[in-house]
Every structure is written in C-alpha cells, then in structure tokens.
C-alpha cells in the first residue's frame, strides 16, 4: 500500500475520532438544554449545586440522580427536597418527595432512582429537584438531563467509556499514520497537520466542558469547531491533487 493511501486512511480514521469526540459532546449538551426547560416554572437566584447525575443510562440500567445535603447551621432543620422527573413526556412528571432533619452539622444523600420509562419521548430523563427553604437553607433548584442510549448489555458510563477510548485512539492514530506518510512535510501538509491538531483539540475540550455541564460554553466551542472544521474541508478540496513534490520511501 502506498503513501498517499495510507494518509486517506489515516484522515478516515482521525475525521471518524474527533466526530465521535463531538457526538458524545453534542449529546451531553442536548440533553442539558432540554432539562434546562423542564419543570422550570419556579427560578432560584443560585442554582443548587453539587447535583450528581450521569450524562447517560442504557435500556434496563437503573440510574439515579443523588445530592448531599449539609447543615452548617448550629440549630436542627427538617429539609425537604421535591424531585420531579419526566414520565415519559416533557408534560408529565413524577414527584418525589423527602423530608427529614438534619442535626448541625450533620448530612444526608438524597438518592432518587430513574429507568428508561422515564424518558420523554424515549429519548431524554429530565429531572429537577428543589430544595425548599428552611432556616439557613435557602430555595435552590437545579436540572439534569440523562440521554438514552438504546444498548442493553453495558452501562451509561462503560458506554461513555467505550466511546471515549475509540475517539481517542482513531484520532491520535490517524493523525500518526497521516503524518508518518506525509513526508516530505511541505507547506501544504504542515497547515493540513496543524489544523487536524487544533481540530481535535477543540472536540476534546468540547467534550470535557459538555460533561461538565458547562453547556454554554460548549455550544460556543461547537461552534468554533464547526467553522474549523468546514474551512478544513474547504482545504482539502481545494489543494491540488498533482503530484508535485515526490514521495519519498523508507
């Protein structure tokens, strides 16, 4: 196999990563958009923080939604915290609710468990939970969508896992055999191998941020990334296909 096809297939192999890293991205965000919207009626000045829940859950996975409450105060507070997750349609909800006291300074884990018939539309869980105020605790809330994906035999997180792994080893390894067969490195190649560098480093921090649940930041990251990416493809299509600078062989 020559030079010249073997770069194809290292561009094959490194397009196929970086648009895995940004559709594992893309999800993470779209399920956080649409959660953001659910149950939205009351608002809080702060958001609640430290609210835990997967980026997604598979076919017959049990997943839950968990946050720790603590209380910093010197008196007892009997808390209660409603939780409200989508029953199958963005219209309908579940709400659970808990209520307990927590002596000063000690805590306790709110756990509530979700499966893939509360998906809305089968294909996102949105859930909201409030906490309502009591004494020093003040009414907070805050949102979390969970994407679906339809595999039965793993789990959200070895999903995430799996797909992670192959991004990253298609990209980095594409972009290698590429460079390893790109040589001499002319003009030309060294602005292609740059940009498939800056390419990829923007799908994994796009990734990482959409994870995160810093969604706005990620759509601008999309963003750049989409307008990389279409002037990367703008190059390749543009560059002259003549042979003009001759392969050389190991």
Known sequence: MNKKSLRIIGIVLF????FLFVYIGALSIWGEIEASFFNSALRSDQPLKGLRCPAFITSNEIGKVSKEFINISEKSVDLEVRTYI???YVTLLNEIIRKFTLA???SEIVEVPFTEEDAAYKRIIMVRMHQMKRYSFPYQNASCGVVLINIPFITG???LIIAISLAAVCSVGGIVLWKVNA???IWKRSKIFKAMIFLLSTAIILTIFSLLNYWGIAIIITVIWLLMGTG????FSTTSRKKDVPEIED
């Open 157 to 159: 997180t070895q999903f």
């Open 15 to 18: 397009l196929f990563g970086t």
């Open 183 to 185: 040589k001499p490195i």
């Open 86 to 88: 989508s029953d199958g």
């Open 104 to 106: 000063p300074g000690e």
């Open 232 to 235: 990367m493809i703008w190059q």
